[in-house]
């Protein structure tokens, strides 16, 4: 059994949806304090999603001797400054306003790990360009999502309602949904945990 050691609802669903059984377990990180380390090294966002997934899976991992544990992260760049997840609408407000008829960079890890050890990783950028969408636009979005918007970096989902927020996309689909999925189920068709 493949372990993801991610709280993302859409990870879960689409490793599930590609038929990969797996377990959940969450790991207790504070990505605030380590993000905020990288940036004091001035890590680039790349780095920053990578070390954040790893972290994620190696203390999972230390729960299941013997167990495939896969971590994952995401980090939205824009001109330097990384977003994190909204804690309010009126803060998803304000990231969209930022973010509206611009571009920004997406960056998603993925890395896999056993018995604490690292043994592969991906990460995979994707480049989202947001449209001059009109204020009113905006409040409707907001209404019709609700503190939905809270649990996405960037407070959009592009699977639903939020691809109504962009004019072009530049990348994997999978990746901007937060999980480099195919390089993944390469590595796990490889090491024998799908059948190839």
């Known amino acids: 059994m493949i372990i993801l050691a991610s709280a993302s609802t859409a990870r879960r669903r689409m490793m599930e949806q590609a038929g990969v059984a797996l377990t959940v377990d969450v790991a207790a990180v504070d990505e605030d304090a380590v993000k905020q380390g990288l940036r004091q090294e001035t890590a680039n966002p ?21 167990q495939l544990v896969i971590g994952a992260d995401q980090i939205l760049d824009y001109s330097g400054t990384w977003f994190d997840k909204p804690r309010s609408l009126e803060e998803a407000r304000t990231h ?33 360009t947001m449209r001059n969408f009109s204020d009113v636009f905006l409040d409707d979005y907001l209404t019709a999502l609700g503190d939905s918007v809270l649990s996405a970096v960037g407070a959009y989902h592009l699977e639903g309602l939020g691809a109504q927020l962009f004019l072009q996309v530049e990348g994997d689909f999978f ?22």
């Open 46 to 66: 790349a780095r920053a999603a990578e070390t954040l997934a790893e972290l994620k899976a190696v203390r999972v991992s230390a729960r299941h001797p013997g």
């Open 96 to 128: 969209l306003l930022t973010l509206r008829h611009r571009t920004h960079r997406l960056t998603s890890a993925v890395v896999a790990v056993r018995d604490g050890q690292r043994l592969w990783y991906h990460t995979e950028p994707a480049l989202m």
């Open 175 to 196: 990746t901007v949904l937060g999980l480099p999925l195919l390089p993944l189920l390469d590595f796990l068709r490889e090491n024998g945990e799908l059948r190839p």
